[in-house]
């Protein structure tokens, strides 16, 4: 394949403008073509500061014969029907997480992306950090012996926009935010989550409180893997203090650790304010090179015709283990995974 790969964006907020960005700039076999919002405002900036066309509604995206792939970033509740008819239209996907609402719709996506031959990734760019590719790397090596158990936390320094508080519509942080937790314990156990059992609670959010008695800002989660190893994923939201990824992998032999709460290397010693450095603020700058690492493996797969390393089965997977562990916050049970959520 000689030309550019052409990509038309479906939703130009924060997720979808990294990707646009990533892929003009630092993909080299990537041209942005078009991009489209319901927000005509939002698509006519993105267009601007792109130099490519926009529109409104996606299926003019779609329609074009001259875009071979799209990217999905819309609210989670769009990704199933954008993907399927972009599979129709035999346009590759690269759709952001949470993959879906539920399994079924998932199962929609990967069905409708097989019939049509097109590649269909999911957007769990922490695979593509480097420092999570080393970790993998290490647990492979057997240097820490066996896995024992994998500790993956999320906490965000913002309170979550409302449409999140109803976690009946929205899936909720164990979505929105810990589906990064879910997958980085699948993958670096190598495994599938057998069974689950969450605790949460809200803590921060008292705004939500009164109409959102469901909604929960704090989540604890214990997961045991269909091969005997154990996670736990540690999810908080409108915490303050900063961006916080970290994950604790414990072998039979070592300890690998993943991230740090501290941004660059800089610290001021004071004789009275003791010490103090940046503290990392937002997923943006966190993962910059992860989300350009992801974009050009999609490119890449898209030309040669390559199973992306996330797949569309990792995403609902992903989806499976968000609605268990939301149905044992809301009953107090534990939880086996069923296929059907
Ligand atoms: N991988 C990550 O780390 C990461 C980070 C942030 C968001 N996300 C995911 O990306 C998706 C978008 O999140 P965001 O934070 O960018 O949201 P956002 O609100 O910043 O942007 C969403 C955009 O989609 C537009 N939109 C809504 N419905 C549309 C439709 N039917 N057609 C076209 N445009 C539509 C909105 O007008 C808005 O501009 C969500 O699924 C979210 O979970 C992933």
Redesign the pocket.
């Known amino acids: 394949m000689g030309k550019k790969t052409k990509i038309g964006l479906?939703?130009?907020?924060?997720?979808?403008m990294i990707h646009a960005r990533d892929m003009m700039y630092s993909v080299q076999d990537a041209q942005m073509v078009c991009v489209?919002?319901?927000?005509e405002e939002?698509a006519r900036k993105a267009a601007e500061e792109l130099g490519c066309e926009y529109c409104t509604d996606?299926l003019d995206v779609l329609k074009r014969e001259d875009i071979d792939a799209v990217i999905i970033?819309?609210?989670?509740k769009?990704?199933r029907d954008?993907a399927v008819e972009a599979a129709a239209y035999k346009k590759h996907i690269f759709c952001?997480?949470?993959m879906a609402m539920n399994v079924p719709e998932c199962g929609d996506m990967i069905a409708a992306a097989q019939e049509n031959g097109v590649i269909l990734q999911i957007?769990f760019?922490r695979r593509f950090d480097t420092s999570f590719q080393r970790a993998k790397e290490i647990v492979e090596s057997g240097k820490i012996g066996e896995v024992v158990m994998v500790k993956s936390l999320t906490h965000g320094p913002s309170t979550p926009h409302e449409w999140m508080y109803d976690i009946a519509k929205s899936n909720g942080p164990l979505a929105?935010v810990n589906s990064?937790d879910i997958d980085t314990v699948r993958w670096l156990t190598g495994a599938e989550v057998k069974s689950v059992y969450a605790i949460a609670g809200n803590y921060r959010c008292s705004q939500a409180r009164e109409k959102y008695p469901d909604f929960y800002d704090s989540v604890l989660m214990s997961v045991r893997m269909d091969n005997g190893m154990m996670g736990c994923i540690d999810g908080a939201q409108g915490v303050e203090y900063g961006y916080d990824a970290r994950v604790d992998i414990v072998g039979t032999k070592g300890l690998v650790t993943i991230g740090d709460l501290k941004d660059k290397t800089t610290v001021t010693y004071t004789k009275d304010g003791g010490m103090t450095g940046d503290v990392v603020r937002t997923?943006m700058n966190l993962?910059t090179d992860a989300y350009i690492a992801e974009d050009r493996s999609f490119v890449e797969c898209v030309r040669e015709n390559r199973e992306p390393l996330v797949s569309g089965w990792d995403g609902m997977m992903a989806v499976a283990v968000v609605r268990a562990g939301n149905e044992s916050i809301r009953t107090g049970q534990v939880v086996t995974l069923q296929a059907d959520r």
Not at 10 to 16: K, N, Q, T, V, Y
Not at 73 to 76: D, L, M, S
């Open positions: 479906i939703g130009c907020g924060r997720a979808g489209s919002d319901v927000n939002n996606y970033a819309v609210p989670t769009f990704h954008i952001e997480k949470p957007g760019m929105e990064h997923w993962f």
